[in-house]
């Protein structure tokens, strides 16, 4: 089974990401937004960042033209009526996302892949709401999209060997490395990020160091490109403690705890660059 026809639904920074690593790849690509404006702003945003290749050499522009002609919007989900792959990337909220999969299972054909970008929630809940769990599986990109080579493929009990072979030579024909990973919170990545991410709001609640300094300590000491506050306020802090919270409903351990500071700076609406002012600030 190979996809040549991807549909994604979603109008946020990964919905964006996708498509452009889907486009890019040679597949044709229609994207799903609730209105018009945000399904425009995926087309802009994907526009964006192939001017930004172009301009540092690294496409050219004739391969920044069949890219963006490969690539359609719509408010519409019968557009996905002949797509071969679906990838859901809208709020990580399980409500919403089984209501999306309902749908998506009516108006897809039935030899079509659905998949979810989530790394948290479990995907056998989004399969059993279909009449194709069989066809579902967790396909999840790394922010930003176009650049992290990590994608991975999560395993409900309810796919079958075809589909986990279709999603993970798609990450691959997307020039991504694949992952398989058992369906549970966090997958491998989150579900080892995280609790250091939280460690690290707790350090700076104790006063051991300011975040300046805990950020320069594992930078230095770690070699890690970023410290984790400069980390988190990209997650956003919102994404954060909803990744935390999915964490300690499955495990119920304290590590996934998100800190106070955390849910504080979320009630605050200090979210990080999404808001302009997290743990630092922003566009000033």
Known sequence: MGFTRVGIVGSGIMAAGIAEVAAVHGHEVVVRGRSHSSAEKVRDAVAASLARQVAKDRCSPEARDATVGRLAVTTDVDAFSDVDLVIESVVEDLAVKRHLFVELDQVCDGRAVLATNTSTLPVVELAMVTDRPEKVCGIHFFNPAPAMPLVEVARPITASDETMAAACGFAERCGKEPVVVKDQAGFVVNALLFPYLNHAVRL????????????AAMRGGCGFPMGPFALLDLVGMDTSVAILDALYAEHREPQYAAAPLLRRMVA?????????????RYGD
């Open 268 to 280: 605050a609406e200090h979210l990080g660059r999404k808001s302009g002012l997290g743990f630092y």
């Open 204 to 215: 700076l609640e104790q006063g051991v160091a300011d975040k300046a300094g805990i950020d």
